[in-house]
């Protein structure tokens, strides 16, 4: 199974658009807390609200929770400024594909923990970053394409 992981995601559209991608590609999507949003609320749900009864949804706490739960998994940093592409690497059977919040990205003490592998979506020099439910899209799917949907 393929786990998408977001820390403490902001934006609720974005959260429903990939809560939207999870459901289409029978993903497990985590929600790390704290959010700035409800999870029940409307327009967190309205992107995926046909898809909402078949997304399979965990919420954690917090990262510390999280981690104690899954960091001995394979977790894939999704991050910017990196030098490991996505669609180079070989994805496991079971990639725990973890995205940061859309202003500030994952917390430098993740990425310097030692777990975990990080990997980039390039992007040309002058532009920062795709939008999150972009990014997750693009690197869900290359796990689709690695084995295929189903």
Do not use: C
Not at 68 to 83: A, D, N, S
């Amino acid at each position: 199974m393929l786990h998408i992981v977001l820390v403490e995601p902001e934006i609720p559209q974005n959260t429903g658009n990939i809560a939207r991608t999870a459901a289409a590609i029978g993903a497990r999507l985590h929600i790390v807390n704290p959010t700035l949003f409800e999870i029940s609320d409307r327009t967190a749900r309205r992107a995926g609200l046909d898809y909402w009864q078949y997304l399979d949804l965990e919420m954690h706490d917090n990262l510390d929770a999280f981690l104690e739960k899954y960091g001995e998994e394979q977790l894939f940093f999704v991050e910017t400024g990196t030098e490991t592409v996505y669609s180079d690497v070989q994805f496991p059977a079971e990639p725990f594909l973890v995205f940061g919040k859309e202003t500030k990205g994952l917390p430098a003490s993740l990425l310097s923990s030692g777990i975990g592998t990080t990997v980039t979506i390039p992007v040309l020099p002058h532009i920062r970053s795709l939008n999150l439910s972009n990014a997750v899209a693009v690197v869900a799917y290359e796990v689709v394409r690695q084995r295929g949907l189903g």
